[in-house]
């Protein structure tokens, strides 16, 4: 948070993040998103910021049920945290399952698509990904999925 992230290679955009105008405007906003659901659900309705994907509604329900996991705690950044360390054992056998002859490029497709499908509060807040038919340029690098 706070630091520039190039949105478009001629730099004519820049991110949200980089125009807080203070520390203390950025320690409010924080704890305020800090305080926001993933998810609202009622009987009727789901709302979410991007994407409502069953299996990852289910997993977030669950570590709500639970209250986190172990020492973990609760709330949003330990249920990302918990997360993300599932993701990186599944990346971990991505690798180990990786035969050369795939190529680098597929890999690294492979382990793109784990780290955002992978994880819930990824793909409610920013959606899932897929391959792209060609490699194109956004937030400064060549990417390969969308």
Known sequence: YGETEVIRKD?????????????????????FFRSQPVVL???D????????VPESLKALRG???KGGEGSEGAGVLAAYKHFAGVVAKKIEDLKKEHKEEDGGDELQIRIELTTQNCNPIKVASSGTEERAKEKF???????QVK
């Open 41 to 43: 659900e009622s009987k």
């Open 11 to 31: 730099q004519k955009q820049i991110s949200y993040q980089v125009l807080a105008p203070s520390e203390e405007w950025k320690k409010k906003t924080l704890e």
């Open 45 to 52: 309705v789901i709302v979410v910021h991007a994407a409502v």
């Open 137 to 143: 340029f956004a937030g400064g690098k060549w990417r």
């Open 63 to 65: 570590w709500d049920a």
